[in-house]
């Protein structure tokens, strides 16, 4: 599992709350990435990062930031929950490089906006 | 942009063999994943594809043709475990991942 986790697992929230998700990683990769997963659209990157404050926008970035202040922790914050955010959000790290390299995935985080 | 094609549905029969197409048309292109994910779990690696050809991985085999835009997943020797979603993702100069919407792959017995 590359020692990814992610928190809270799962959670509930109303619409216009803030929330953060958190990924934490223990083996101090340089790359992290936040995607989405939704039916009938596959996994959707987020936001990524390259580096400690590096961050950079995926393709469904809006009502999306990020930031990453020390290397093992990425977190995802949206600022006013909408119910189409509602999704399974998936933490992911980057090992190895060249022509060989992988992308793990964390568990997930199972968020409802109602 | 980026245009990522997968059958949604295959079904095999235990022990068969199985081949999963991916074609693909991306701005920039580094090189093309492919991932196993069980309903309710995180997708898991399988493997990484960056020049032309087979990569072989005990069960798993895949291929690329990076000129035809076209990659597949050859799975052998089916077993009821392997019913999951299989996922292309292709990784773009940016080292950003785009990924197919997934074959469900249903194993009989």
């Known amino acids: 599992d590359a020692g990814i986790t992610q928190s809270p697992r799962h959670k509930v929230t109303e619409t216009g709350t803030p929330v953060t998700l958190r990924c934490h990683q223990t083996e101090n990769h340089r790359y992290m990435y936040w995607y989405r997963q939704d039916p009938g659209h596959g996994l959707r990157l987020i936001h990524y990062s390259y580096g400690v404050k590096d961050t950079d926008k995926g393709e469904v970035s809006d009502g999306y930031s990020v930031s990453r202040s020390k290397t093992e922790d990425f977190l995802l914050t949206l600022e006013s929950a909408t119910s189409s955010q509602t999704s399974v959000y998936f933490c992911a790290i980057r090992t190895g490089g060249g022509s060989s390299y992988e992308q793990y995935f964390g568990p997930g985080t199972r968020l409802t906006v109602t | 942009g980026q245009n990522i094609d997968q059958p949604t549905e295959m079904t095999a029969t235990e022990g068969a063999i199985v081949q999963i197409n991916c074609t693909y048309q991306?701005?920039?292109?580094?090189?093309l994943f492919w991932y196993q994910q069980h309903a309710g779990e995180a997708p898991t690696f399988l493997s990484y594809?960056?020049?032309?050809g087979l990569e072989e991985k005990g069960r798993f085999s895949s291929f690329l043709s990076r000129s035809k835009g076209y990659s597949y997943l050859l799975l052998k020797e089916l077993q009821m475990k392997d019913s999951a979603s299989y996922l292309c993702?292709?990784?773009?100069?940016?080292?950003?991942?785009?990924f197919g919407s997934g074959t469900q792959l249903t194993v009989l017995p």
């Open positions: 993702a292709v990784e773009r100069t940016a080292r950003q991942l785009t």
């Open positions: 594809n960056v020049l032309d």
């Open positions: 991306t701005s920039g292109f580094n090189g």
